[in-house]
């Protein structure tokens, strides 16, 4: 019975042991996931008519994003015996043509949480990019009625406050989920391409404030730490706060602000080098917090709860948004030589010891409260500690010149986290996630019954998710292989992965989290 289910279960999985047969087998398995799963999708979830009030989140205009982004990966999904379902007009069919009806609120400028004609210019730019085999160029066009969209949305996201009015009341105006943010996010996505001249033209306006709107966020950012400190003193505050609920400074992703910084570090350092220096400070103090409490992040300052029985692990709220935040921070040079701490691994080690233990969510598979959600961060970490391990190394060495000091408190913590150590605790969740509803409807086995998601395919809350996950470990275990087979061969190189087609196409094909990122803005959002 659903009421009998607990918030978690108790984790029986091992990790897997990281060598080229269990990364082959699991290549193997979580292709076949990725198709199954997607005729599923295709078979169940209802064809749009009209776009209606649905938003990335939960509704259609996910499930045709997370099709995109199959198609786009498409070249670290193929299997020889199989090829694979055709993404792309599975997507397509599921994006209508107009656009639709719902007027731009300044209380609703991402394409991610609700009714929005963002959400209809965001897929009508993605299907334009899959049209033409998602290469840029002189070709691909913007519509001008598309283009006016997002400089409207732009005009209002720089009018904004902190605080937004909705449905009589007060709201943050920076949430990943129907914030600026979340615009800030598409037009990073956007600006991955050129296009042809009279579309350049017509968005060099929009592109050209970006900066400005990234100003605006961080400034409401330390607005939100200063309203917090002179209602709560310093003591808790951190550098940059954001309200999700006025008067409530919330840190989860899809809320908060790892989240809104996880979006904010896929600018270019040029622009972020200004903000540099608070940056690194918010996300020591949030590491911070973590410790303080085993590894948790809790929901919100002063402390929120909707009752439940112990800190959410999850991503919305919880420390599976802190490590896509650390994630991020790890592959900024210049941000992670600067203001990286032992902190920093620390938080990291506790964090994912609390969602390896408390990360089996009963909800299920889900990306918002689910397993392949939560396992979804140490994949990120993995390419961090994989692909940038001398820039940490190096920025290690620069702590302890900064604060002169002849070594690192618990070097034994830091030794322990590997590429290995992630990886192998990703791929025994996303393995598992196949046990899930919608995709797995046979009886629960082991004493796990994990629910039906409310919307069982959608993007955020069911199935399209998990594909999405899966997806993005496949690139993962591509690439690892293909380091294999080149080191077998006495080819390994830096130069050499920098030309091999095989490596360059499982690189480009890790997405990062669907809205969030954690590898950079690489065009399919």
Same mark, same amino acid.
């Given at each position: 019975?659903?009421?009998?289910?607990?918030?978690?279960?108790?984790?029986?999985?091992?990790?897997?042991? /990281?060598?080229?047969?269990?990364?082959?087998?699991?290549?193997?398995?979580?292709?076949?996931?990725? !198709?199954?799963?997607?005729?599923?999708?295709?078979?169940?979830?209802?064809?749009?008519?009209?776009?209606?009030?649905?938003?990335?989140?939960?509704?259609?205009? @996910?499930?045709?994003?997370?099709?995109?982004?199959?198609?786009?990966?498409?070249?670290?999904?193929?299997?020889?015996?199989?090829?694979?379902?055709?993404?792309?007009?599975?997507?397509?069919?599921?994006?209508?043509?107009?656009?639709?009806?719902?007027?731009?609120?300044?209380?609703?400028?991402?394409?991610?949480?609700?009714?929005?004609?963002?959400?209809? /210019?965001?897929?009508?730019?993605?299907?334009?990019?899959?049209?033409?085999?998602?290469?840029?160029?002189?070709?691909?066009? %913007?519509?001008?009625?598309?283009?006016?969209?997002?400089?409207?949305?732009?005009?209002?996201?720089?009018?904004? =406050?902190?605080? /937004?009015?909705?449905? =009589?009341?007060?709201?943050? =105006?920076?949430?990943?989920?129907?914030?600026?943010?979340?615009?800030?996010?598409?037009?990073?996505?956007? !600006?991955?391409?050129?296009?042809?001249?009279?579309?350049?033209?017509?968005?060099?306006?929009? $592109?050209?404030?970006?900066?400005?709107?990234?100003?605006?966020?961080?400034?409401?950012? !330390?607005?939100?730490?200063?309203?917090?400190?002179?209602?709560?003193?310093?003591?808790?505050?951190?550098?940059?706060?954001?309200?999700?609920?006025?008067?409530?400074?919330?840190?989860?992703? /899809?809320?908060?602000?790892?989240?809104?910084?996880? %979006?904010?570090?896929?600018?270019?350092?040029?622009?972020?080098?200004?903000?540099?220096?608070?940056?690194?400070?918010?996300?020591?103090?949030?590491?911070?917090?973590?410790?303080?409490?085993?590894?948790?992040?809790?929901?919100?300052?002063?402390?929120?709860?909707?009752?439940?029985?112990?800190?959410?692990?999850?991503?919305?709220?919880?420390?599976? @948004?802190?490590?896509?935040?650390?994630?991020?921070?790890?592959?900024?040079?210049?941000?992670?030589?600067?203001?990286?701490?032992?902190?920093?691994?620390?938080?990291?080690?506790?964090?994912?010891?609390?969602?390896?233990?408390?990360?089996?969510?009963?909800?299920?598979?889900?990306?918002?409260?689910?397993?392949?959600?939560?396992?979804?961060?140490?994949?990120?970490?993995?390419?961090?500690?994989?692909?940038?391990?001398?820039?940490?190394?190096?920025?290690?060495?620069?702590?302890?010149?900064?604060?002169?000091?002849?070594?690192?408190?618990?070097?034994?913590?830091?030794?322990?986290?590997?590429?290995?150590?992630?990886?192998?605790?990703?791929?025994?969740? $996303?393995?598992?996630?196949? +046990?899930?509803?919608?995709?797995?409807?046979?009886?629960?086995?082991?004493?796990?019954?994990?629910?039906?998601?409310?919307?069982?395919?959608?993007?955020?809350?069911?199935?399209?998710?998990?594909?999405?996950?899966?997806?993005?470990?496949?690139?993962?275990?591509?690439?690892?292989?293909?380091?294999?087979?080149?080191? +077998?061969?006495?080819?390994?190189?830096?130069?050499?992965?920098?030309?091999?087609?095989?490596?360059?196409?499982?690189?480009?094909?890790?997405?990062?989290?669907?809205?969030?990122?954690?590898?950079?803005?690489?065009?399919?959002?």
């Amino acid at each position: 019975m659903a009421e009998s289910r607990p918030q978690y279960y108790e984790n029986p999985l091992t990790p897997l042991v /990281v060598n080229p047969a269990t990364l082959g087998e699991s290549l193997h398995e979580l292709r076949t996931a990725i !198709r199954n799963g997607a005729k599923s999708i295709h078979a169940n979830a209802p064809m749009p008519d009209t776009w209606g009030l649905n938003g990335m989140f939960k509704g259609f205009p @996910g499930i045709a994003l997370a099709l995109l982004r199959l198609d786009y990966q498409s070249p670290v999904l193929i299997e020889e015996v199989e090829g694979p379902p055709d993404y792309r007009q599975f997507a397509l069919q599921r994006i209508p043509s107009s656009l639709p009806e719902a007027p731009l609120l300044p209380s609703r400028l991402s394409p991610i949480g609700s009714s929005s004609p963002l959400t209809a /210019v965001l897929l009508r730019f993605l299907a334009t990019m899959a049209k033409a085999n998602w290469k840029d160029g002189t070709s691909p066009g %913007i519509a001008s009625e598309d283009i006016d969209i997002m400089q409207e949305a732009m005009k209002l996201a720089l009018a904004n =406050g902190p605080l /937004v009015a909705h449905d =009589g009341r007060r709201m943050g =105006g920076d949430d990943m989920l129907f914030g600026r943010p979340g615009l800030l996010w598409m037009l990073l996505n956007i !600006r991955a391409y050129r296009f042809n001249e009279e579309t350049q033209k017509a968005l060099l306006p929009i $592109m050209q404030s970006i900066p400005q709107l990234l100003d605006m966020i961080i400034d409401a950012g !330390r607005q939100g730490s200063k309203d917090y400190t002179e209602k709560h003193g310093e003591q808790e505050a951190h550098p940059l706060m954001y309200a999700w609920m006025e008067g409530y400074y919330f840190f989860g992703a /899809v809320h908060g602000i790892t989240g809104i910084l996880s %979006i904010l570090l896929s600018c270019t350092q040029e622009e972020l080098a200004p903000y540099l220096p608070v940056i690194g400070e918010t996300v020591t103090a949030l590491c911070k917090l973590s410790i303080e409490n085993n590894g948790h992040l809790p929901m919100a300052l002063p402390p929120f709860s909707y009752g439940q029985a112990s800190e959410f692990v999850q991503l919305c709220h919880g420390s599976p @948004g802190l490590l896509i935040l650390l994630a991020a921070a790890l592959k900024n040079g210049p941000l992670t030589q600067e203001y990286w701490c032992p902190e920093w691994d620390q938080a990291i080690y506790l964090a994912t010891g609390r969602i390896w233990e408390e990360g089996l969510l009963s909800k299920g598979g889900s990306l918002c409260h689910g397993i392949a959600g939560n396992g979804w961060p140490w994949l990120l970490l993995h390419d961090s500690f994989e692909y940038h391990s001398k820039d940490i190394d190096r920025a290690r060495q620069n702590y302890l010149q900064r604060n002169q000091v002849a070594a690192i408190p618990d070097t034994d913590l830091s030794q322990k986290l590997t590429p290995d150590f992630f990886l192998s605790r990703a791929l025994a969740f $996303m393995l598992h996630a196949r +046990e899930t509803r919608p995709y797995n409807t046979s009886p629960s086995s082991g004493g796990r019954d994990y629910r039906m998601p409310d919307d069982p395919y959608s993007m955020f809350e069911g199935l399209a998710g998990n594909v999405c996950a899966w997806a993005d470990t496949c690139a993962t275990l591509q690439a690892r292989l293909r380091q294999h087979e080149l080191s +077998e061969q006495g080819l390994l190189s830096v130069s050499t992965l920098e030309t091999d087609a095989v490596f360059q196409d499982a690189m480009r094909s890790q997405l990062g989290f669907p809205v969030i990122g954690g590898n950079g803005a690489r065009g399919v959002f």
